[in-house]
Structures are given as structure tokens and as C-alpha cells.
């Protein structure tokens, strides 16, 4: 692009203004070659065989506080979507989460 342009055009530091330029530009960004390695095929995880072997652990933070607890530690077993919620403080550590 900065070769076509420099042909009919130029301007003080022409080619840091194209580099900015390309940068931002959805279609330059779109259509520019990647130079990584392919991931190949995806494959789906396997399924637990037991309940409970997957779970996910997420927080919700910032409650009002009730009985000296400000936050809710939910956790949800991923095979059977059950989830329990444990009311705890900001202050927990890793340790006690666990």
C-alpha cells in the first residue's frame, strides 16, 4: 500500500502514518494473512463418569452484608447442572474456599 501511494503522493513520515493506518483498518486487519499454526480439529471433551468429577466455581461479589456474610461462593457440578451456594466473606483465601 505505501508503494502504490509513494508513486502519486508523498508527505512527512508517510510510511509511520500507512503503519498506523493498516493497524486500525478493519479490511487490512480482515484480509491480512495470519502467520501462526493452524489448531487443527476440534474434538469435544470427554463426558464425567461420575457426578461431581467437573465442577465450576464462580463468586458473586458485592452484596449487601446479611448474618456476616458479603458474598456467595456458587458451585455447580457441570454432568447435572446442580449448584449449591455457600455464603462466605470477601476476605476468603484460596484455602478457604477449598
Known amino acids: 500500500m505505501l508503494e502504490l501511494i509513494s508513486q502519486n503522493y508523498w508527505w512527512p513520515h508517510m510510511s509511520q502514518f500507512m503503519g498506523e493506518y493498516c493497524k ?3 479490511v487490512c486487519l480482515q ?3 495470519q502467520h501462526c499454526k493452524l489448531t487443527g ?3 469435544p ?3 464425567p463418569e461420575n457426578q461431581w468429577d467437573v465442577i465450576s466455581v464462580d463468586f458473586i461479589t458485592e452484596l449487601p452484608e446479611l448474618h456476616g456474610y458479603d458474598m456467595v461462593m456458587v458451585v455447580v457440578n457441570l454432568t447435572g ?3 449449591h451456594l455457600i455464603p462466605t466473606h470477601t476476605t476468603v483465601t ?3 474456599s477449598a
Do not use: I, M, S
Open 94 to 96: 484460596v484455602l478457604g
Open 41 to 43: 480439529e476440534l474434538h
Open 45 to 47: 471433551l470427554p463426558d
Open 81 to 83: 447442572k446442580h449448584g
Open 31 to 33: 484480509t491480512k494473512v
Open 24 to 26: 486500525a483498518c478493519n
